[in-house]
């Protein structure tokens, strides 16, 4: 016995506070020039690199980013400070990534027509997790009150596409009926706001997509016609150490690589073609053709990067709204930018419409799903 499993709603969680491009690059270039004038000895001596200045024109160019969403904007804008301070939480509180994807969970359940009883699963996945144990999609499970199992798993920003596939493919076997899949992303905290190379790029949110039978659809639906994953190695992007750190001879010294790093113009290059490919091949396989494409709902890193893949998988330039992007609102949110567009850009599809779902990132990793309209 085999089910079809389908995506039968959305939710996103978007925090109350934004930046824009103005006040980022204000705040970058006050830390740039106060770290220059308690460094200008050792510039001077060409000891120490002075530090340019950022520019929103640069990064509007570069990325296509206006503005970005935060947990917290006054560590972050503070130059004596440059990171979110969040406030730490108890044993007996949620972390902040549960109540972030409760939220979008919510939502998604409220579009789905569904409660947490309809529910037999909770997948949270993300580039980066709170709490490593007992487990964010744990106390997700807990606040929500979904019977069941939870877990939580990590393939940087192609963490959405990958957990969908494992919740479709569950349900698919019937060995569970539905799943949420979540996605809250803290990138705010993983990114280093004082290098001008990348510290415009992430934002926070959080996604989250129902998981059912497509028979136990209350409503209009998207059907998972099929799915598939795909991982190569890079170290182009990475994040080093983690929870190790603090074993390391030099402690808990401050240094670049626990942040986010990357090369980015390699990954530019690299990911572009391996993305198209992808695509390309599973299209190819599932008898899809670049006409019958709807909408491609991608994963939002860069504006060129998404109109170039939209341009190779079509074979033309995407009319407009044909690949939606929402970067320029809310920067790269890691695993969940593709969610947000799909659930931002979705409802117009009508019945019988094939829409393709597909992230890439770190890893490197790139997933895609294949969906079609129904109701
Ligand atoms: N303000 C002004 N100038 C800046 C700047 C800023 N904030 N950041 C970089 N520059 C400078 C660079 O120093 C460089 O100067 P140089 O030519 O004198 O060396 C120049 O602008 C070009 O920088 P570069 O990094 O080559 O720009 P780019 O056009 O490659 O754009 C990215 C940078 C990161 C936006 C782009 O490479 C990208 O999107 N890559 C893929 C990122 C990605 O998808 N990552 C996945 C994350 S999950």
Redo the contacts with the bound molecule.
């Keep these: 016995m085999s089910f079809t499993p389908a995506i039968t709603g959305t939710g996103v969680f978007t925090p109350e506070l934004s930046i824009s491009n103005t006040e980022l690059v204000e705040a970058f270039n006050a830390y740039a020039d106060k770290f220059n004038a308690e460094h200008a000895d050792a510039i001077a001596a060409g000891e120490v690199d002075a530090k340019?200045?950022?520019?929103e024109e640069?990064?509007l160019k570069?990325?296509g980013i206006e503005r970005r969403y935060v947990m917290d904007k006054a560590g972050v804008l503070n130059p004596d400070v440059m990171h979110p301070l969040l406030r730490q939480r108890g044993d007996d509180e949620p972390s902040i990534m549960a109540e972030m994807a409760v939220d979008a969970a919510q939502k998604a359940l409220k579009a789905a027509g569904k409660t947490a009883a309809d529910v037999g699963a909770v997948i949270c996945a993300a580039s980066n997790l709170e709490r490593a144990y007992p487990a964010v999609a744990i106390e997700i499970q807990d606040l929500l009150g979904v019977q069941g199992f939870a877990f939580d798993m990590n393939v940087?920003?192609s963490s959405a596409t990958f957990g969908i596939q494992a919740a479709a493919d569950m349900v698919r076997s019937g060995s569970i009926r539905s799943a949420l899949v979540v996605n809250p992303e803290i990138c705010s905290a993983h990114l280093e706001w004082r290098d001008?190379?990348?510290?415009?790029?992430f934002g926070d949110v959080a996604t989250a997509v129902l998981i059912e039978r497509s028979e136990d659809a209350a409503g209009p639906h998207f059907e998972i016609k099929s799915t598939r994953c795909a991982t190569e190695f890079s170290n182009n992007?990475r994040n080093n150490n983690g929870y190790l750190r603090r074993s390391r001879p030099d402690g808990l010294a401050d240094r670049r690589d626990m942040q986010f790093m990357?090369n980015?113009?390699k990954?530019?290059k690299e990911?572009l073609p391996m993305v198209s490919q992808h695509i390309a091949g599973h299209m190819a396989d599932e008898d899809v053709t670049a006409d019958q494409l709807k909408r491609l709902w991608l994963h939002q890193?860069?504006k060129s990067?998404n109109d170039f893949i939209g341009k190779k998988v079509l074979g033309r330039d995407p009319a407009p709204g044909e690949q939606p992007n929402i970067l320029q609102d809310y920067a790269?949110t890691?695993s969940a930018g593709s969610i947000i567009a799909f659930s931002q850009y979705s409802d117009d599809l009508a019945e019988g419409d094939t829409g393709i779902i597909c992230s890439f990132?770190?890893g490197y990793s790139v997933g895609s799903v294949i969906v079609e309209r129904r109701g």
Excluded: T
């Excluded at 340019?52 to 520019?55: A, E, Q």
């Excluded at 001008?196 to 790029?201: E, G, L, T, V």
């Design positions: 340019p200045h950022s520019s640069f990064i570069a990325s940087a920003c001008r190379d990348c510290h415009f790029i992007i990357q980015g113009r990954v530019f990911v890193a860069n990067m790269n890691s990132g770190a």
